[in-house]
């Protein structure tokens, strides 16, 4: 089992930045793929983005290639999603996830284990 919690979600303005970061406990974080994903009002849960255990392979929705970029820190447990050149198209609850599966398969669309509660990322046009 592992617990996962975001921070860093917020009110951002069209262009701006946010850092969102994603803390687990329980099993330690280098023992499983990571991601993010997000949810936006009256839309499904759409992938964004993936990282392996090692962090030597990532992946992209194609809307946020360029922009965002996924990484981890294996010693602190934690793992992050730099997003910058926000668009109000952006806007959605962020949340982390966790599993066993690859990253390939992530992006795929095969479900994690373990999810977060999610952080709400606002961008004003």
């Known amino acids: 089992q592992v617990q996962l919690v975001e921070s860093g979600g917020g009110l951002v303005k069209a262009g701006g930045s946010l850092r969102l970061s994603c803390a687990a406990s329980g099993r330690t974080l280098r023992q499983s793929t990571m991601g993010w994903f997000r949810q936006a009002p009256g839309k499904e849960r759409e992938f964004v983005a993936s990282?392996?255990?090692?962090?030597?392979?990532?992946y992209y929705v194609d809307s946020v290639t360029g922009r965002f970029t996924i990484s981890r820190d294996n010693a602190k447990d934690t793992v992050y999603l730099q997003m910058n050149t926000l668009k109000p198209e952006d806007t959605a609850v962020y949340y982390c996830?966790?599993?066993?599966?690859?990253?390939?398969?992530?992006?795929?669309?095969?479900?994690?284990?373990?999810w977060g509660q999610g952080t709400q990322v606002t961008v004003s046009s």
């Open positions: 990282i392996s255990r090692s962090g030597d392979f990532t």
């Open positions: 996830a966790a599993g066993g599966i690859s990253a390939l398969q992530l992006r795929r669309g095969i479900e994690p284990e373990f």
